[in-house]
């Protein structure tokens, strides 16, 4: 890892250690210790999805036309005013404001973040880099979520301050260390489209990447079956339905994030060797098996034990899907995108996470609100279905490098290898059997976008 790579990740870390201080705490915090009530709480949680559905659609673009750098930074100051502004602010039209700017600030600086890994990797080492940093987000809020724990009462509304204030200074932290990071001056990306039209082609040129957009679908429906239902439906089912107590739904999520932590770089090493699609379509079936297990904690009546048990599994089981997903699917999306258009094609798929995270608990909350927790499970063990199916028609339209990256390491290898002696076996040496993918190369026959060229 790089010295400009190794900022990255360490700032990534602060970071997401000073956003753990204030995530469980913010519903509480609005609703009770400023006394603006559940409705005002839910609007604050809503104006973060909202703030950033409304900037991502120009962030991209920038930071192909300015660098990743001074957005991110741009982003890191604006964030740390929004929390700042939630912690002193009392009013509901402030404490409005300071969400929409803290939803603002950290929609602008994860596309950024991740174009800088993207600069700093290549398609060998992207994997281990994003899930590395996948790796770091977990561990910081987990540990900034137990610290903040400590530090907070509800009966002094100081203390909410307190952990406001620190999530803003990490926020702060964040941004001198990405200004300090020098950047290479161009992506390190193997055969990318160098186009000079590639930039100006926009939205159009994304939206006709077909590779992109099934990609894209893909990311919608994970978070929303996934991600989309841990603060609405899946709670209000373990709650309601499974009869544990919050507590018990706490150890839960703690046991989500253990395995994350615990089994990442484990997984790691399973999937690095595996085509991207396959482990996509994996995680599907993981996720299939979590919703059953949650559906059979709610009819499992006689024993109490074994209903906490499997809502505890189904949390294990999501922690495992994620971290299959952390070193596969943001590679995948740097590796489809034209060497101009980086930024961009990042941003596309944040925007698509936040659709599904703002839709997700809207219709786990309106069925869960009407009862309608088995239709509630079916729903969700068909969206986990269609990942692995939609995984693997994905895979059609992949380049061999795109969708097996390990492979350029193996090229890499044989191009620096003695050249075999006149007469040798080629079945000796089989990386050198690989070809190297043409610029513009697909998996199918037939001319595709510029946007799916190999990497």
């Avoid at 950290?106 to 890994?117: E, K, R, S």
């Amino acid at each position: 890892m790089g010295t400009a790579l190794r900022r990255i990740q360490v700032g990534t870390a602060l970071s997401a250690f000073g956003n753990g201080f204030t995530v469980p705490f913010t519903f509480i915090y609005v609703s009770q210790v400023r006394g603006l009530g559940a409705g005002t709480a839910g609007v604050v949680l809503a104006t973060f999805a909202v703030a950033a559905l409304f900037v991502l659609p120009f962030t991209g673009r920038v930071i192909d036309q300015r660098g990743p750098v001074p957005v991110a930074v741009v982003g890191t100051v604006l964030a740390a005013a929004g929390s700042l502004g939630l912690g002193l602010s009392g009013s509901e039209p402030v404490v409005i404001a300071a969400a929409g700017a803290l939803g603002a600030g950290i929609a602008v600086v994860q596309p950024a973040l991740a174009t800088m890994i993207v600069w700093c990797s290549t398609t060998a080492t992207r994997s281990r880099a994003f899930a590395t940093q996948f790796f770091l987000n977990n561990l910081g809020l987990g540990l900034g979520g137990l610290l903040g724990g400590l530090l907070v009462d509800t009966a002094h509304p100081a203390s909410f301050i307190r952990l406001f204030a620190i999530e803003a200074a990490m926020f702060l932290v964040l941004g001198a260390v990405i200004a300090t990071v020098r950047m290479p001056h161009a992506p390190q990306v193997d055969g990318a489209v160098r186009s000079d039209g590639a930039a100006s082609g926009g939205w159009r040129l994304l939206l006709g990447d077909r590779a992109m957009v099934m990609v894209s679908v893909l990311g919608f429906v994970m978070f929303f079956a996934c991600y989309g239902q841990f603060e609405s439906g899946l709670s209000a089912f373990a709650v309601e339905v499974t009869r544990i107590s919050p507590t018990t739904l706490g150890v839960a999520l703690a046991a989500n994030t253990a395995v994350i932590v615990l089994a990442q770089f484990v997984v790691l090493r399973l999937v690095e060797q595996r085509r991207r699609s396959r482990v996509i379509a994996a995680v599907g079936l993981v996720w299939t098996v979590a919703w059953l297990v949650a559906g059979a904690s709610g009819l499992v009546h006689g024993s109490h034990a074994m209903a906490v048990a499997a809502i505890i599994s189904t949390y294990a089981l999501f922690g495992l899907g994620e971290a299959m997903l952390a070193p596969t699917v943001a590679p995948l999306v740097a590796d489809l995108a034209p060497a101009r258009m980086v930024g961009q094609y990042n941003s596309a798929f944040a925007l698509v996470k936040q659709l599904a995270l703002a839709l997700g608990p809207a219709v786990g909350g309106l069925m869960a609100g009407a009862g309608a927790y088995g239709a509630y499970i079916v729903m969700l063990v068909v969206c986990s279905l269609a990942i692995s199916v939609t995984a693997l028609r994905m895979g059609r339209h992949l380049t061999l490098l795109q969708d097996s990256p390990h492979l350029a390491a193996a090229r890499v290898v044989a191009r620096s290898a003695p050249r075999l002696p006149a007469g040798t076996d080629a079945d000796a040496d089989p990386a050198a059997r690989i070809p190297a993918a043409p610029v513009g190369a697909t998996a199918e026959a037939g001319p595709e976008p510029a946007a799916t060229a190999s990497r």
